[in-house]
T-cell receptor, first 116, second 113 residues
Framework: NAGVTQTPKFRVLKTGQSMTLLCAQD?????MYWYRQDPGMGLRLIHY???????AKGEVPDGYNVSRLKKQNFLLGLESAAPSQTSVYFC???????????????FGPGTRLTVL | GQSLEQPSEVTAVEGAIVQINCTYQ??????LSWYQQHDGGAPTFLSY????GLEETGRFSSFLSRSDSYGYLLLQELQMKDSASYFC??????????????FGTGTQLKVEL
């Protein structure tokens, strides 16, 4: 099993350009998440999904959109990139349910995005 | 809102024991998680405490006191490969389901010879 994969690994954009980050998981997880990580800060939740066809806003959703058309995929879009969106983006997935054993989130390797 | 505090850096020698503390102030709380992240890598899950007390997993242990809003990660028999950043994260529930993790800013652990 590949776990959680992300494409691309690196990307450089110019201000105003758009792009889509793809996250895929093969663990049949219901829940998927997008985080951003900036230097000296922890991970912050951008958007999340609790199942196919559902999405919701997290802590820092402005400037991003998401879609979950298939259970295994979660896409993060930047419509008009800004330098403030320079960051490392991580996708994660987890089982559904409230039990402690369902708590763990599995992270992808990250996408390093620079906006000039 | 949620806020977590942990030391920014800790240095220890190989073979020693180190404790990384985490205090939190949260509006909702279901448990405290710990994640490890090596430079350039992805966060990986280490442990989770939903109830007060100590959870042990090999060389790593994690402790939680809900009444004190406090937890710690204990790493024993330190190895060079333990040099990484360690994040505590409060687990809460998201509207409509899902498990929200609010992360601390991380503690960079340096293990020296």
């Amino acid at each position: 099993n590949a776990g959680v994969t992300q494409t691309p690994k690196f990307r450089v954009l110019k201000t105003g350009q758009s792009m889509t980050l793809l996250c895929a998981q093969d663990m049949n997880h219901e829940y998927m998440y997008w985080y951003r990580q900036d230097p000296g800060m922890g991970l912050r939740l951008i958007h999340y999904s609790v199942g196919e066809g559902t999405t919701a806003k997290g802590e820092v959703p402005d400037g991003y959109n998401v879609s979950r058309l298939k259970k295994q995929n979660f896409l993060l879009g930047l419509e008009s990139a800004a330098p403030s969106q320079t960051s490392v983006y991580f996708c994660a997935s987890s089982y559904s349910g409230h039990y402690s054993s369902y708590n763990e989130q599995f992270f992808g390797p990250g996408t390093r995005l620079t906006v000039l | 809102g949620q806020s977590l505090e942990q030391p920014s850096e800790v240095t220890a020698v190989e073979g020693a024991i180190v404790q990384i503390n985490c205090t939190y102030q949260t509006s909702g709380f279901y448990g405290l998680s710990w994640y490890q992240q090596h430079d350039g890598g992805a966060p990986t899950f280490l442990s989770y405490n939903a109830l007060d007390g100590l959870e042990e997993t090999g060389r790593f242990s994690s402790f939680l006191s809900r009444s004190d809003s406090y937890g710690y990660l204990l790493l024993q028999e330190l190895q060079m490969k333990d040099s990484a950043s360690y994040f505590c994260a409060v687990r809460d529930r998201l509207t409509g389901g899902g498990n929200k993790l609010t992360f601390g800013t991380g503690t960079q652990l340096k293990v020296e010879l």
